[in-house]
């Protein structure tokens, strides 16, 4: 394979120059650079990119961390992540820690390693690791606070606090949330709020879980469902399609006889029979600001501490007044 | 932070000695080791990846190149490749293509500089690119077969083959297949073993699609479905996640009215009611096995060409005899 020296000689320029023509052009005279980008070309080089990380400090790569690829947050929140990334010339590496915080810490010094800046979605490492890891390398935070990192929260507390009013002034007091992963962030800010409306509103709020967020899951949740529960608030689509079906197995109509709804709008709950009514969460663009955030540090620029994204409920028909209510 | 010329002065040595102690300790006395070896520990050097790879060629990271992280298959694949790599002390970086063969090549590019082979699944590019790639770099390929490069398979088709012979058995003769995502090389061999399947016993085989694999694209396909089919087999558990949900909205009962299976056993199908008939697929066997493919590679030892993972048919409720065939 040719060597920068190689592309030097054909070029008829030093190293250096050779160097700086494919590092950084602005330095270099339009004619050189063209002579030097044209010996690259003829001569196949490719910069070896353990070479360039050497002389430029750069990779032009972007680390994410995620906890597991089996969740659906994360396919629209990489594909987000890496539109935004490629926009500014950048490449996404993708490590996935299966929730185990020595393999989360593991993999993201090995893309510390690698590349520029690192991207941690929701990760199970404790506030001290991931300050400590911040302070030794350019981090944003995904789905998690941690004092003032940097960090891009998709704000379904708050939108999931609307789902309850509304389940609310539709007249239902007793409800059941279907909770997500155990030691989830973002389940433990949800059950929180929920909780708090549930007390203002002097209703019921029984929490059901921690669950994997998987449909077979939402069938097991079905079935342990009380059966005095009008509405049913779930901590993904997939617990909810699974939820759907495992009501129908056990001849439960939704809405007639409890109300569903969930707390990301992923998967297809529009499309069901009935559509659900669910909170549109903005994942892609979570991964998109991540990664803008992430590009800013890199570029020194000022990074606000927390970045929220609002989320927003869309009703559909599978929220309904408790029709029992009215005899019970 | 310590560099390995702090090193090598802490332990009194040359920084040729420490860096042989730290990377190829064999070729030094094992006094002179641990005394590098401690003085790297005290003062927390970490050799830089890039500094690494230019003195030992070697990184410890194996790329991995998916299309899409929205489709399931690809969650306990990468399990399966990490887990693999890991016992053999590597790390594993994905990059994700989108089903784009521009990405995937400059994807494949970065990640053959950062790592010291490359697997890519269901990959998009042409015969001759992945040729090509594969005479630059150690490179496996999952479930696509280009000539006598190194690939591991997953054997869908003739699972599927065997669980369409389960349904002419039970004297199905109109079958409907509702196919993957166009261009797929899994879905073709699939469409091609069925349809020689169907000529053979004269029965009707009918593809629909293609359809992008999810529970959406199956309730469109539960409206598609011919009224005249008296089976379905499709594509993925997802796809069929959602012909079921979208059969008992139409009304169509599985299976007294329609049977159903899946060509993947991925998600949730024996929970399901009725529990549904599908292939059971080695996916994370499949993803460890490339990675020890790979690494047969990077050793220089002989790797067989394909390797054919078996999948093997489930029985379940949701197949059995057409009850509408005695009247008709």
Redesign the interface.
């Known amino acids: 394979m040719a060597t920068l020296m190689d592309v030097a000689r054909a070029a008829g320029v030093s190293k250096a120059t050779a160097s700086r023509a494919l590092q950084r052009p602005e330095l270099v005279a339009e004619a050189t650079r063209l002579r030097v980008l044209d010996a690259a070309q003829r001569l196949g080089f ?1 910069p ?4 360039r ?2 002389t430029t400090g750069r ?3 972007v680390g994410l961390v995620v906890p ?3 969740n ?1 947050f ?3 929140l ?2 987000g992540a ?1 539109q935004t990334a ?1 926009k500014t010339d950048h ?6 820690s ?1 929730y185990d915080p020595t ?1 989360e810490a ?2 993201a ?3 510390a ?2 590349a520029d800046g690192l991207i941690m979605v929701t990760p199970v490492g404790t506030d001290t690791a991931l300050r400590e890891r911040a302070r030794r390398f350019p981090l944003v935070l995904v789905d998690r606070q941690v004092g003032r990192l940097p960090a891009v929260v998709a704000d379904t507390a708050t939108g999931l606090a609307q789902l309850m009013d509304h389940l609310l002034d539709q007249g239902h007091r007793d409800i059941a949330y279907v909770s997500g992963p155990a030691g989830s962030w973002a389940d433990g800010q949800r059950s929180a709020i929920l909780t708090e409306r549930a007390e203002q509103a002097k209703a019921r709020l029984r929490v059901l879980g921690p669950l994997p967020p ?3 899951a939402g ?2 949740a079905a079935r342990a469902l009380p059966r005095d529960a009008t509405a049913v608030l779930a901590y993904n689509s997939y617990l909810t ?2 939820l ?2 495992g009501l ?2 056990a001849n439960r109509r939704v809405p007639e006889d409890v109300s569903l709804a969930a707390a990301d709008d992923l ?2 709950l529009r ?3 009935p559509p659900v009514t669910a909170l549109d969460v903005p994942v892609e663009e979570v991964g998109a600001l991540a990664v803008t955030r992430l590009i800013d540090l890199l570029a020194g620029r000022h990074v606000t501490v927390t970045s929220r994204l609002p989320s927003r409920p869309v009703l559909r028909a599978s929220t309904a007044p408790p029709a029992a209510s009215a005899h019970r």
Chains 1, 2 share one sequence.
């Not at 070896?48 to 070479?51: I, K, Q, R």
């Not at 490449?91 to 996935?96: P, R, T």
């Open positions: 490719h070896n990119a353990a070479a990380a050497l990779t032009g790569l597991t690829l089996s659906p994360f396919a629209p990489v594909m890496q490629e490449h996404l590496l993708i490590a996935v299966e393999r593991e993999l010094d090995r893309l390693e690698q998987t449909f077979d069938i097991e399609l699974g759907l079906h129908a197995a998967s297809s499309s069901t029979t």
